[in-house]
């Protein structure tokens, strides 16, 4: 059973930089075939998929976010991380991990992705 979990401060200020882990149990994020996304809902709308990073380290970005996201993946303690720069108060959102056995590419539908982190809410405001 693959386990998700996101961690990181709840709060960050406009303007610096938000980053966030999810640490991965039950497969190993190099060798587990799966692809690792950042998915977040901010409030009052649907879920917004950020971005994903394969088990081979390859990576691929949602266009509106690719100037400002950043995924990467510590292999030895099976996490992989996601940094948002610039940040607005519009970044205010709960944000999730997942993990899918294919590739999705600008989706966030729930049934595509096999597991979910429980979610950690993160807020922009000075």
């Known amino acids: 059973q693959v386990q998700l979990q996101e961690s990181g401060p709840g709060l960050v200020k406009p303007s610096q930089t938000l980053s966030l882990t999810c640490t991965v149990s039950g497969a190993s994020i190099p060798t587990g075939y799966y692809y690792w996304s950042w998915i977040r809902q901010p409030p009052g709308k649907g879920l917004e998929w950020m971005g994903v990073?394969?088990?081979?380290?390859?990576?691929y970005y949602s266009p509106s976010l690719k100037s400002r996201t950043s995924i990467a993946r510590d292999t030895s303690k099976n996490q992989f991380t996601l940094q948002l720069v610039s940040v607005t108060p519009e970044d205010t959102a709960v944000y999730y991990c997942?993990?899918?056995?294919?590739?999705?590419?600008?989706?966030?539908?729930?049934?595509?992705?096999?597991?979910w982190g429980q979610g950690t809410q993160v807020t922009v405001s000075s």
């Open positions: 990073i394969s088990y081979s380290g390859s990576t």
């Open positions: 997942a993990a899918s056995k294919g590739l999705v590419l600008g989706a966030a539908t729930k049934s595509l992705y096999g597991y």
